[in-house]
T-cell receptor, first 116, second 113 residues
Framework: GAVVSQHPSWVICKSGTSVKIECRSL??????MFWYRQFPKQSLMLMAT?????????EQGVEKDKFLINHASLTLSTLTVTSAHPEDSSFYIC????????????FGPGTRLTVL | QQQVKQSPQSLIVQKGGISIINCAYE??????FPWYQQFPGKGPALLIA?????SEKKEGRFTISFNKSAKQFSLHIMDSQPGDSATYFC????????????FGSGTRLQVQP
């Protein structure tokens, strides 16, 4: 199957700092990428949908000014957590789709964010 | 509003047994129903998926049963192995629009040796 990578795999930062997480589709062009957040022992909650070259669509309750998403190319999307606080500590997972309507959604390995 | 309900929350099965996880959905516009397997600290991996035009799909030890009229689908894991111990998520989406997946709440499966 297609490969989606994330970097970094884990990050620890101080409260108030910003953290950038990268999501790359390694062997296909992703017209759409999704960002999910997963708290321990819980399901994946969709945060936002991003399409290459356009603004991200955020889910209700997700602060767009806090979680900045950029989908600059067909293989790269970034999530920046600005002014991170301990409650932002979570497992962030991206996924990607090609432009084919029936295609499979492939997930990255996730990024563990811990805010001290 | 939770659009995909999953049960049970946890499941313990003996090695060699059958694991069954159930999901029910509300949105009749959903076109695609995948199951994902997730190990701790890892991203979800696609296990098997089905579309509403078929009632069953089998891949190796994994089978999806789909009941369109009841709006339910289930995952059966035959000959369950300790290596199958993981969290399983059902999901659903439309093939038009954003095509974002809506996930069930997850089932933690433990296969005892």
């Amino acid at each position: 199957g297609a490969v989606v990578s994330q970097h970094p795999s884990w990050v620890i930062c101080k409260s108030g700092t910003s953290v950038k997480i990268e999501c790359r589709s390694l062997d296909f062009q992703a017209t759409t990428m999704f960002w999910y957040r997963q708290f321990p022992k819980q399901s994946l909650m969709l945060m936002a949908t991003s399409n290459e070259g356009s603004k991200a669509t955020y889910e209700q309750g997700v602060e767009k000014d806090k979680f900045l998403i950029n989908h600059a190319s067909l293989t790269l999307s970034t999530l920046t957590v600005t002014s991170a606080h301990p409650e932002d500590s979570s497992f962030y997972i991206c996924s990607a789709l090609t432009g084919i309507s029936t295609d499979t959604q492939y997930f990255g390995p996730g990024t563990r964010l811990t805010v001290l | 509003q939770q659009q995909v309900k999953q049960s049970p929350q946890s499941l313990i099965v003996q090695k060699g047994g059958i694991s069954i996880i159930n999901c029910a959905y509300e949105n009749t516009a959903f076109d695609y129903f995948p199951w994902y397997q997730q190990f701790p600290g890892k991203g979800p991996a696609l296990l098997i998926a089905i579309r509403p035009d078929v009632s069953e799909k089998k891949e190796g030890r994994f089978t999806i049963s789909f009941n369109k009229s009841a709006k339910q689908f289930s995952l059966h894991i035959m000959d369950s192995q300790p290596g199958d111990s993981a969290t399983y998520f059902c999901a659903a989406r439309r093939d038009t629009g954003r095509r974002a997946l809506t996930f069930g709440s997850g089932t933690r499966l433990q296969v005892q040796p």
